[in-house]
């Protein structure tokens, strides 16, 4: 694995979800819209995300949706941490 610091993790990552989530994203239950934001990185690659306001059948679908294909494209990662406002 290479040695990457904190700020070019959060780059990568916030780099790659602009990729994963189209940005007319609507939650389907809830009816917000998708907005997730990294809140955290640190440099062991636990990361964690703000999945802004849902509820929580749509957070953890989007939760193992993210640590799935995120995992994939950015191996530095280990762990995904998420949180949400549920509604």
């Known amino acids: 694995m290479i040695n990457i ?28 819209k998708v907005r997730v934001t990294v809140r955290n990185v640190k440099p062991n690659g636990v990361v964690s995300l703000n999945l802004g306001s849902c509820r929580l059948v749509e957070a953890m ?22 949180c949400c406002s549920e509604v």
Do not use: A, W
């Open 5 to 32: 610091n904190e700020n070019e993790l959060k780059t990568l990552v916030e780099t790659n979800l602009k990729d994963l989530i189209k940005p007319d994203s609507y939650y389907p239950f809830s009816g917000y």
């Open 61 to 82: 679908k989007m939760h193992n949706y993210l640590e799935k294909e995120l995992k994939k494209r950015v191996k530095q990662i280990k762990t995904i941490n998420t």
